[in-house]
């Protein structure tokens, strides 16, 4: 099974990371863009599979 992170990046910098959930990425990076007008905003995405998702969850990065 597929987790995928969406990442809300603000001019390069990763300014928040959503765990499955695309809407609250978009919400945020929506946010981001109305506050800081001309700045670049974009999600990225990370996808892990299910070994690396516990990983992840476990060392809380």
Same mark, same amino acid.
């Given at each position: 099974? *597929?987790?995928? @992170?969406? $990442? +809300? $990046?603000?001019?390069?910098?990763?300014? &928040?990371? %959503?765990?499955?959930?695309? #809407? /609250?990425? @978009?919400? $945020?990076?929506?946010?981001?863009?109305? #506050?800081?007008? &001309?700045? *670049?905003?974009?999600?990225?995405?990370? +996808?892990?599979?299910?070994? @690396? %998702? /516990? %990983?992840?969850?476990?060392? &809380? $990065?």
């Amino acid at each position: 099974m *597929k987790h995928y @992170e969406y $990442c +809300v $990046c603000k001019d390069g910098w990763m300014m &928040g990371a %959503y765990m499955d959930n695309k #809407k /609250r990425a @978009e919400e $945020c990076a929506a946010r981001y863009a109305s #506050k800081y007008p &001309g700045s *670049k905003i974009e999600i990225k995405l990370n +996808v892990y599979d299910e070994m @690396e %998702y /516990r %990983y992840f969850k476990e060392v &809380g $990065c």
